[in-house]
């Protein structure tokens, strides 16, 4: 039916497939019988196959069985639902929570229930696709910022101060670059202009802070966000989205997110796998830590073989490559190699701007480090990216 758009794509080097891909030993993949390392994956603590998350999974499906039947507003929720909201409260050290069926869901139901017509949303450059997504349903005026600059956020807010609400919103852990928002300067900002702010911690939370607790963990910041956002399907290893904040946010959007109202809740299984996901996080920080061991000994190899790894600061590693056909080619290299990390062009970033996203695991072993490490620098000679 589109054999045109589909040899287009082809031609610019933009077409994407989709890969069949079946768990290997360790951090490994099998991909067509050939087993290869995983360097793709945000599930960063590896507790998607951890042991008590599966089991509590089990437990549930059998208490519970496989779905759960309808939206809660029709048919209920179970406790292992309300239970899963108290922990995301009381983890995010918010008054209550709500959890969505997944992080996109929650983006295109919470935006829109905050801000509207004669609202302004000002927002990151480099959020994710879903917050321009909830954006452009919520039909507020968006305006958007160079990548965390702040001069120009304070320009916006000063431009628009008679607006009757403006929101900020911005990624605090920037899912295709690995860098950190200035969320502490994003909150004085908007607490001057009296401004609400959003944070959408889905590639922060179990990762950063000393507890894991995400983004305001680890810059020290105990109030002034209004609303924030989270995955489980990330850190935490299951599937689903959430929001945290005060009760009257969380009873707002039960009446108003249309993404929460009319689709089917999330699978009991999934939220009792979620608390054992939250268990272990706060139970034992070492995951954590190994994690953040495994980041130091590759982004060290990563940036001593002269790869360019943009702004990253975290689990998050790009390898900036820029061309798209380039980035395509490395990616399919690197999985001959017996390495899988995938090649991400326009429109998931801007253009030009093509790269091999690569993530770490807590579970990946230095051995699996070092062949990824190889493969890079295999990959990069024979394209002409490293010398
Ligand atoms: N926000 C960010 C920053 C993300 O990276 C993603 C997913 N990649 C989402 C939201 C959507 O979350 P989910 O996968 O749970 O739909």
């Known amino acids: ?53 599966k089991e509590a999974s089990i437990r549930a499906i059998e208490r519970y069985g496989t779905g759960a039947g309808a939206s809660r507003l029709i048919s209920g929720h179970t406790n292992t639902i ?39 949303i000002i927002a990151d450059r480099l959020n994710h696709a879903s917050i321009f997504e909830g954006c452009r349903i919520s039909r507020a005026r968006l305006l958007i910022y160079k990548h965390k600059d702040m001069n120009q956020l304070e320009e916006i807010l000063h431009t628009y101060s008679s607006c009757k609400r403006r929101l900020i919103i911005t990624d605090g852990l920037f899912s295709m670059d690995g860098d950190i928002a200035p969320l502490k300067d994003i909150v004085s ?62 009873d707002y959007l039960i009446n108003k997110a249309r ?54 600061e975290s689990q998050i590693i790009p390898i900036m490559i820029g061309d798209d056909k380039r980035g395509l080619r490395f990616s399919e290299r690197l999985l001959e190699l017996g390495v899988y990390a ?15 996203r690569t993530t770490m695991m807590a579970t990946h072993t230095k051995e699996e480090l070092d062949r990824g490490i190889n493969a890079l620098r295999v990959a990069g000679r024979e394209l002409g990216i490293i010398s």
Not at 95 to 108: D, K, M, R, T
Not at 342 to 356: C, D, N, Q, S, W
Request: glycine share 14%; net charge positive; proline share 4%.
């Open 82 to 120: 309300k239970e899963l909201e108290e922990r995301i409260a009381s983890f995010k050290s918010t008054e209550a929570a709500l959890v969505f069926g997944s992080g996109y869901l929650a983006n295109i139901g919470i935006i829109p229930s905050i801000a509207g017509d004669g609202d302004v």
């Open 259 to 312: 993404s929460f109202m009319f689709t089917t809740a999330l699978s009991p299984a999934i939220a009792a796998a979620s608390i054992a996901a939250f268990d272990i996080i706060e139970e034992m920080p070492e995951i954590r830590k190994r994690l953040w061991e495994n980041r130091g000994y590759y982004f060290k190899a990563v940036t001593g073989l002269g790869l360019d790894t943009g702004m990253s």
């Open 189 to 250: 900002i908007a607490k001057r202009f009296g401004a609400l702010v959003m944070v959408d911690d889905a590639h922060a939370t179990g990762v950063l802070g000393k507890s894991g607790r995400g983004t305001m963990d680890h810059l020290g910041i105990k109030d002034g966000v209004d609303i924030q956002m989270g995955t489980l399907s990330k850190a935490i290893g299951c599937y689903g989205g959430y929001v945290a904040g005060d009760k009257s946010l969380v």
């Open 1 to 53: 039916m589109f054999p045109g758009e589909i040899s287009r794509l082809k031609g610019k080097g933009l077409l994407r497939k989709l890969l069949v891909v079946e768990p290997g030993e360790g951090s490994c993949l099998v991909i067509d019988g050939k087993k290869v390392v995983n360097l793709s994956s945000n599930n960063y603590l590896g507790l998607s196959n951890h042991p008590r998350v």
């Open 342 to 356: 995938p090649v991400i062009r326009p429109p998931t970033v801007p253009k030009g701007k093509t790269r091999i």
